[in-house]
């Protein structure tokens, strides 16, 4: 947002931006909290929550720069560490809870946006 608004031509992305990460719109978690708090029993003692894939850091980049309207472009810093190649959980228990989430990255990414204009730039 700050660099659309201050109109700089270029982002730097630390590493090459290959880096693999996991993020679920909270919504979701707020979604599937509120489907198995009536049969919070069957939770095991711990459970991921999340979408199942991944998206690489230029992909973030890339998606949140299109639903902002950032029009500039991105380098990539191979002098800053590129961080752990994946981090993905294992949702092979969520499975058994017939849940799935709702909001796909772009919606996601879209609505957390609008959010932010609406409450906290002003």
């Given amino acids: 947002h700050n660099a659309k608004i201050n109109n700089i031509k270029v982002i730097d992305i630390w590493g090459d931006g290959e880096s693999r990460r996991e993020f679920m719109y909270a919504e979701d978690l707020a979604n599937f909290i509120y489907q198995v708090i009536p049969n919070i029993q069957?939770?095991?003692?711990?459970?991921?929550?999340?979408?199942?894939?991944?998206?690489?850091?230029?992909?973030?980049?890339?998606?949140?720069?299109?639903?902002?309207?950032?029009?500039?472009?991105?380098?990539?810093?191979?002098t800053k560490?590129?961080?752990?190649?994946?981090?993905?959980?294992?949702?092979?228990?969520?499975?058994?809870?017939?849940?799935?989430?709702?909001?796909?990255l772009k919606d996601g990414i879209?609505?957390?946006?609008?959010?932010?204009?609406?409450n906290i730039y002003k």
Avoid: C
């Fill in 42 to 78: 069957r939770l095991p003692n711990m459970l991921n929550v999340g979408l199942g894939h991944d998206f690489t850091i230029n992909d973030y980049y890339r998606i949140i720069a299109e639903e902002i309207g950032y029009t500039g472009g991105f380098t990539h810093d191979l």
């Fill in 81 to 104: 560490p590129v961080g752990m190649r994946r981090k993905l959980v294992d949702i092979s228990l969520l499975k058994e809870f017939d849940w799935k989430y709702q909001f796909e």
């Fill in 110 to 118: 879209k609505e957390t946006y609008k959010y932010y204009l609406e």
